[in-house]
């Protein structure tokens, strides 16, 4: 019996190659089992539910970050994504998470919903050597945006990005009995951004109402300063 490595199983979003260090792909359907009258057993199984499935990615950041620049995506900029050549292509993304603390690399962590059935058969791919630098808390700059908080924060000992959206799938009705097999439209709704820094400046002035910050977070190679995010 042969086995499959982890290095040989590809994967892409929106046709870009990624590098991973776990991935999860997942898809449901509800099913359900009609009787007729003279039934004592059913074998028979009807879809009850549409397709809806996840891709779960996480990856460290070792440089321009593959996924981020889809948060702000609307409801007509679908993803798509592949992996071991089983692919969709009516995907949002609706959570994006950093996490880094110091002498740790930042791992990134991403799930995309999609409302489509999945295609292809199972692939593999020749395996690859890539190199790269892994980013720290140690190669981050942290810049107060102009017009907000003149609190300073220095010497960060850990920082949490969190990023949700809800998305909300719509179907054509049909009078066939079958649900459909993808959606037809998909709504973005509510999206939530959730920052948290912890520092060691303890003489921050803050009202009880909060205080607006305005955080610009790089990351830069001290290897290659032409390496950032």
């Given at each position: ?10 994967i ?22 009609p ?7 059913s ?100 810049n ?80 290659n ?5």
């Amino acid at each position: 019996m042969s086995f499959y490595q982890f290095k040989q199983i590809p994967i892409s979003i929106n046709n870009n190659r990624i590098i991973i260090s776990e991935a999860e792909l997942s898809q449901n359907i509800g099913l359900d089992s009609p009787y007729r009258l003279d039934d004592v057993i059913s074998d028979r199984y009807l879809p009850k539910s549409p397709y809806q499935g996840n891709l779960k990615v996480r990856y460290y950041l070792t440089g321009q970050d593959p996924v981020k620049q889809y948060i702000y995506s609307q409801e007509n900029q679908r993803l798509s994504g592949s992996l071991a050549n089983i692919s969709f292509g009516q995907g949002y993304l609706t959570n994006y998470s950093i996490n880094c603390s110091p002498n740790a690399p930042v791992e990134v962590s991403a799930n995309i919903e999609f409302f489509d059935k999945l295609l292809g058969t199972f692939a593999t791919a020749i395996p690859q050597n890539l190199t790269g630098t892994i980013l720290n808390l140690y190669n981050v700059s942290i810049n107060t945006l102009p017009t907000y908080t003149t609190n300073v924060l220095n010497n960060i000992s850990q920082i949490n990005f969190n990023y949700n959206c809800e998305v909300i799938p719509s179907y054509e009705a049909v009078d066939t009995g079958i649900p459909p097999t993808s959606a037809t439209r998909v709504s973005i709704g509510e999206r939530k951004i959730v920052t948290e820094i912890i520092s060691d400046n303890v003489n921050m002035d803050i009202p009880l109402s909060g205080e607006k910050f305005g955080i610009n977070l790089t990351f830069v190679s001290p290897y290659n300063t032409g390496l950032s995010e």
